[in-house]
């Protein structure tokens, strides 16, 4: 595998970093490098948005997930499909006609600068830690194609992503995308049905064990992932930028409603994989091998290899996303600029910091940068989607709106940084676990506090 796979990963990137440079003329403001122009069509944004949501964690974080709970690990993707009906029948629309840029745009838009600079600052920080944390899975992916760790290859895919995300901006994220998302989709297509075809001595009991709840997954676990989860899908920074990129509100709309709709069939296969491992594989043939690692090592070479580049192409199209996305959330809504040199600048600073950080194998501060997230679903989610919805009906008073964002990202810090404080305090271990779904009750009821006054005339 190793030769033939250098090779196509060679013609691989090389594709992609064509794609950036044929970009690179078409760009003329911010908006085409940040939003691609605000102009694009419905299958144009439902791929991207599908390739965005699909990455290390909905493929082999998911394919891991269900190994080890049963089929119930569907729901942390289904529930993503749940968020993005859920955002084209509530809020899509209402999102795309604010004409923002960027999620803190939208933000400073409907409360004021001072929160879109909070949101600003939350999402660019913890997203080097996103960023870093594909990364990581990406250099896991080519050192098993390759039989080695090899840190110049992994260097230079990282170089090629950070490039073409920063000559060509969002327009060839949008189109790299498109081509990702289809290699993603044959790949683990072919996978799931070669494994099912060929080699079906448990089929039967595969079958006969999917269910949606069983003891490792309880309706309590229902109730968190479907805020904590969908919550993110719903209206998160890097799904609503896909609203943002959008021609008007009704592709918008239509485009979540589409994607999140796939999104349940893409679950249900990634799933079927972990179910087929789960049943064919014992622990010590896993010996701490990835599920979907594992299943490309005994596929015959050319699965394995449509396998290998679909979990790459789910990690790439995650990643470049994340990478333009931050970069013009600093440049835009800290820096205050609509500078298409100073994104370019940042995108390739963030790619530095990020690549240095994986390589480096800095797991602490990747952590410690990806848990800063945390803040953002507990804190965030509920009152933006109160400001949303009162834009224009009712006045929000700032400070108890300000106040609903603290308190919820409070419990979220507490959970993701200090729970070994909290057990000192006699906190049961049980409902720490629990903290950043407490915040996110805990921040919607403040915020909607924040509305309390005489309707807008």
Known sequence: MNTFFLWALIIYISVFLGIGILNTKKIKSFNDYAAAGKSQSGYAVTMTLLATIIGASTTIGIADTVNNIGFPGIWWLAF?????????????????????????????????????????????????????????????????????????????????????????????????????????????????AYLYITRHEYNLDIIGNIELLNEDYRPINLFTQFFVIGGVFFLGPDIISRNFISKDKKTAKESSLIAGLLLFFFAFVITMIGMWVRYNVTSEELNGSKALMYVAGIVPKFVGILLIFGLLSAILSSTDTCIVNASSIFVKDILGKDSVVLVRITVG???????????????????????????YTPGVIFPLLVAILAYGKRPIKKGIWYAAVILGGLFGIAGAFFTDTLIDLGVPVGLISYFSLIGMGVSLAVSLLSLCGTKNN
Do not use: H
């Open 349 to 375: 600073v963030l790619g530095l910091i990020s690549t240095v950080f994986a390589i480096s194998g800095s797991s602490d501060i990747i952590t410690l940068l990806t848990n800063a997230y945390s803040i």
């Open 80 to 192: 993503g499909g749940i968020g993005l009906i859920l955002q084209s029948l509530i809020i899509s629309e209402k999102v795309r006609n604010l004409d923002a840029v960027t999620l803190p745009d939208m933000t400073g838009k409907i409360v004021g600068k001072g929160a879109e600079k909070l949101i600003a600052f939350i999402i660019v920080v913890s997203w080097i830690g996103v960023i870093a944390g594909q990364l990581v899975a990406m250099n896991g992916i080519i050192s098993f194609a390759l039989g080695k760790n090899s840190k110049f290859i992994f260097a230079l895919v990282s170089a090629v992503i950070v490039i073409y995300t920063l000559i060509g901006g969002q327009l060839s994220v949008i189109k790299t995308d498109r081509l990702q998302f289809y290699i993603i989709v044959i790949g683990v297509i072919i996978c799931c």
